[in-house]
């Protein structure tokens, strides 16, 4: 029974976990849909995925191990059942949690790489990304992607003139819009 107890911890962890980022995503998105910006980037099928995802999927994930975990738990505390039934609960209530955390921890490790490019916004010569990077147009060295077309790589000087690469996913679409805006070329590197 110890092992349900720390299953439904180690749910209410991940959840914790996975609300906040979807709740601090969200509020980043709320407030460039209110504001004016001059062009706005979006990656129409991340912010579907996006939505399925954490709109869908994890309330359809989360119900049933919380339900099953709930029924393990009163079938062994009020003696309802045989050791054998008790037994199937907790056998489909660990296959709903590992099912579970494993998607969680897949959306927390994928959606770090993704949100950069979930929506960008170009507004006074400067790009604004998701995770907060702000990137001066003037400031921007080259924009190259490897030659599987995986990650779209924009070497630039931040504000206190040091080098940093920004690494994104890389979508075509992306590419046409930041080479629409920028004068440089983009350039294949092969890696």
């Known amino acids: 029974m110890s092992s349900v107890f720390t299953g439904i911890v180690l749910i209410g962890v991940c959840s914790i976990l996975m609300i906040a980022m979807l709740i601090r995503v969200l509020v980043k998105i709320c407030k460039i849909k209110a504001s004016k910006f001059e062009r706005i980037y979006k990656n129409r099928n991340l912010i579907i995925w996006f ?14 191990t919380i339900a099953f975990a709930v029924l393990t738990i009163l079938q062994n505390n009020l003696n309802l059942t045989n050791d054998e039934k008790l037994s199937q609960l907790k ?15 897949a959306n927390l490790l994928m959606m770090g790489r993704f949100t950069k ?20 147009k003037d400031k921007i ?51």
Request: no cysteine.
């Open 51 to 64: 939505y399925v995802a954490f709109l869908i999927i994890l309330p359809g994930l989360l119900a049933p």
């Open 91 to 105: 056998l489909i209530f660990n296959i709903l949690y590992l099912v579970y955390t494993i998607f969680i921890l």
């Open 141 to 191: 060295r080259t924009i190259t992607h490897n030659l599987k077309r995986t990650v779209l790589m924009i070497a630039y000087y931040d504000p206190q003139d040091v080098y940093e690469v920004m690494v994104l996913s890389y979508n075509f679409r992306l590419k046409d819009w930041l080479s629409e805006s920028t004068a440089l070329e983009i350039k294949l590197t092969p890696q």
């Open 117 to 136: 490019s979930l929506i960008i916004v170009e507004h006074e010569n400067n790009y604004l990304f998701l995770d907060g990077t702000i990137i001066n």
